[in-house]
């Protein structure tokens, strides 16, 4: 990335907003969604979760992130300024601004700011990818399973940033088209390091055109029986060429996607409406609602009664946040 030498982080308002609130507290605040999850024992258990962490030496954030298991969704990571280390011992690496860091479910984290610089202030999203994209969420170059994008002509520093932003700015928003703004968002970022990831590669996989049809066929029907025999004869391939295939592009098997897609689907309509459970799972193509709220826990680990109640809560904690007085004006930050 080309253009961070003349971007200022630091003129930042979310940034500010947090080092006021980290100097009226000693741990982890209750209840404030723009603080708690940069202390440990945050639950992150939302599809979408965005932030910027802004590590400062010897301040209250300077300590290293530390998830031996990882965490149950993806994360992609922005750093803004600084220098961060990822991990210890002989598997150490360092990222700088316009660096970006994936890490998959289960991947242990070990990351903080680096020892020879005064500060690390990252952007990261941690989400629950759609079934889609599986295909760009994996990068070439890694270490020990964390993903690493840089030296990428492709990227502009200000866009990824302004990206970051607006992801984290919708996710927050309580109406019912916001989320889906916040994904919109974050599919350019990972569209974008797909794209940069293959220019940096020496060969380029091209999807197979069977397989995108299959794609399509599959979410503009997410409620019909629609099972491999179906999709194959639709896309002129025969049952096994097609899973042989779909695992090959997809990396997972056709009912399993499907799966996915309508569990992503049932998602949105749960935060957003109140349908009753057994008229949903009709909706995203089961007739039987237990078998639904299995296939649904085996995705997402909570009910779909469960999953509602925590989107609500959610959402209560942003109109609390927002009905709070405004804070005063403070200096930039560098002045404090
Ligand atoms: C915060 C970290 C950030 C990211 C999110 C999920 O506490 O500061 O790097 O790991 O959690």
Redesign the pocket.
């Known amino acids: 990335m080309d253009d961070h030498s003349t971007f200022d982080p630091s003129q930042d308002p979310q940034v500010r907003r947090i080092f006021r609130k980290l100097a009226f507290i000693s741990g982890p605040p209750d209840g404030d969604t723009q603080v708690a999850?940069?202390?440990?024992g945050?639950r992150?258990d939302l599809r979408l979760?965005a932030?910027i962490?802004p590590i400062e030496r010897d301040g209250a954030?300077d300590f290293f992130?530390d998830r031996p298991d990882g965490?149950k969704g993806w994360?992609i990571?922005l750093t803004v300024d600084g220098v961060g280390q990822v991990f210890d011992g002989a598997a150490t690496f360092t990222v700088k601004p316009g660096d970006l860091l994936l890490f998959p479910p289960d991947v242990r984290?070990y990351?903080g700011r680096a020892a020879e610089a005064d500060k690390w202030w990252?952007r990261?999203i941690?989400f629950q990818p759609r079934a889609f994209w599986r295909p760009w969420l994996e990068w070439e170059r890694q270490s020990d399973g964390v993903f690493l994008l840089r030296d990428s002509g492709e990227l502009q520093f200000s866009d990824m940033f302004r990206l970051f932003t607006e992801v984290e700015k919708w996710s927050v928003l309580d109406d019912n088209l916001s989320m889906d703004l916040a994904f919109n968002r974050l599919e350019q970022i990972l569209l974008s390091c797909a794209r940069a990831d293959r220019a940096l590669r020496s060969t380029t996989t091209v999807v197979d055109d069977r397989i995108l049809a299959a794609c399509t066929l599959i979410t503009e029907n997410l409620h019909k029986p629609l099972g491999v025999k179906e999709v194959a004869e639709h896309v002129c391939l025969s049952p096994s060429r097609l899973s042989h295939l779909f695992r090959k592009y997809v990396g997972t098997g056709v009912v399993q996607w499907r799966d996915a897609q309508r569990v992503q689907y049932a998602m949105q309509i749960l935060r957003i409406t109140n349908m009753p459970i057994k008229a949903l799972s009709q909706v995203v193509g089961y007739d039987d609602p237990l078998y639904f709220s299995r296939v649904f826990r085996k995705h997402t680990n909570l009910s779909p009664r469960a999953f509602r109640e925590r989107s609500m809560e959610a959402a209560a904690l942003v109109q609390d946040r927002e009905k709070e007085a405004p804070p005063p004006a403070v200096p930039p930050v560098g002045d404090a």
């Open positions: 999850p940069l202390f440990p945050f992150f979760v932030g962490t954030l992130i965490m994360i990571n984290h990351y990252h990261w941690y």
